[in-house]
């Protein structure tokens, strides 16, 4: 592979390398989903965060808490119920009758990859507490702002909101996660393979990790050189200013979402060992990262339409740019 100018392909040849050590890892513990790991790690490499949507009981835990063991950082785990606080994310100030001054104690939000197992069971308030720490990778206690390590991701977990005891996540909070995936039910094989695999023992038991935080890091800053052409900028542009426009959508795509298209475009390229970007790597994403993002209007309800199939119609009218194959202009 060729580099453009501000690449390096051998650098980015171990980035994909990294990717298929640790898809492989995970996929020794969710049997029969590659396509659901590899959007996971497409998230992980893009520095983004992963909404894990789907009924109890299909591995949602199983593959958050995998993704976290396949690589050797420090993770954390919360456990939202109503009750949870604010400070029980973030940490607290106690006051030390040794020093007479006040500690901070951080909380598990401090950690490269944070586990939220069932978050749209904790209030609003509660949840809202992550909304700093995702976007601006700091989290503010008592006035005073930390800084949080890097990477950092939220890998959090949630229940249909026609479940019983469930909370919607805040329009602000959807935004912040890069893509949302659902696991659905396994193949009759991979059911079968299960049985096996988890009837004995926990597969998680044998997970080593094959990547650390450092490597994870680094691939990060390496996938932010991946060249995007100037006619996939646009057509990334025309597909979220789509959303906005449609009429059967009362909340489009906000600009968030179109750096974060981007962004786990880079990432699912530099997976497929290119250093460029592809239009339908673009196209690829979009269900992911834009559908639960996306409010319908009433009428759109009535009509038994689903944000999904109004997103399939805006990318097959979106027209795809001819000429953004790899093109040899100085990327910007």
Avoid: W
């Avoid at 944070?114 to 989290?139: F, H, W």
């Amino acid at each position: 592979m060729a580099a453009f100018p501000g690449t390096e392909g051998g650098d980015l040849k171990e980035v994909a390398e990294t990717g298929r050590r640790i898809c492989a890892a995970v996929e020794q513990v969710i049997e029969g989903k590659p396509d659901v790991v590899q959007l996971a790690v497409t998230v992980l490499f893009a520095e983004g965060h992963l909404l894990i949507e789907d009924v109890p009981g299909v591995g949602k835990t199983m593959l958050a808490k995998a993704l976290a063991k396949a690589i050797d950082c420090s993770v954390k785990r919360i456990q939202f119920t109503p009750d949870l606080l604010p400070s029980d994310i973030t940490g607290v100030s106690v006051f030390s009758q040794d020093t007479r001054e006040f500690e901070f104690k951080p909380g598990p939000v401090f950690a490269n990859i944070v586990v939220g197992d069932e978050i749209n069971r904790a209030s609003p308030k509660t949840q809202s507490a992550l909304l700093e720490s995702m976007e601006e990778r700091q989290a503010t206690v008592d006035g005073t702002t930390y800084r949080l390590a890097a990477p950092f991701m939220v890998v959090a977990t949630q229940n249909p909101i026609e479940m019983e005891g469930t909370y919607p996540l805040p329009e602000a909070q959807r935004d912040r996660f890069t893509a949302r995936l659902s696991m659905g039910y396994p193949s009759a094989t991979a059911e079968l393979e299960m049985l096996d695999s988890h009837g004995s023992h926990d597969p998680l038991d044998d997970l080593r990790p094959v990547a650390d935080a450092v490597e994870v890091a680094n691939a990060i800053e390496l996938i932010r050189t991946v060249y995007v052409a100037p006619d996939v900028r646009r057509y990334t542009v025309d597909l979220v200013a789509a959303t906005r426009a449609s009429l059967e959508l009362r909340l489009g795509a906000s600009p968030r979402a179109t750096l974060q298209l981007l962004r786990a475009a880079r990432a699912a390229a530099a997976l497929d060992d290119r250093d460029y970007v592809l239009p339908d790597d673009v196209r690829m994403l979009t269900q992911p990262v834009l559908t639960h993002r996306l409010l319908i209007t009433a009428e759109a309800q009535i009509s038994r339409r689903t944000a999904a199939d109004i997103l399939s119609d805006i990318v097959a009218r979106v027209a795809v740019p001819s000429s953004a194959q790899r093109s040899r202009a100085t990327p910007h």
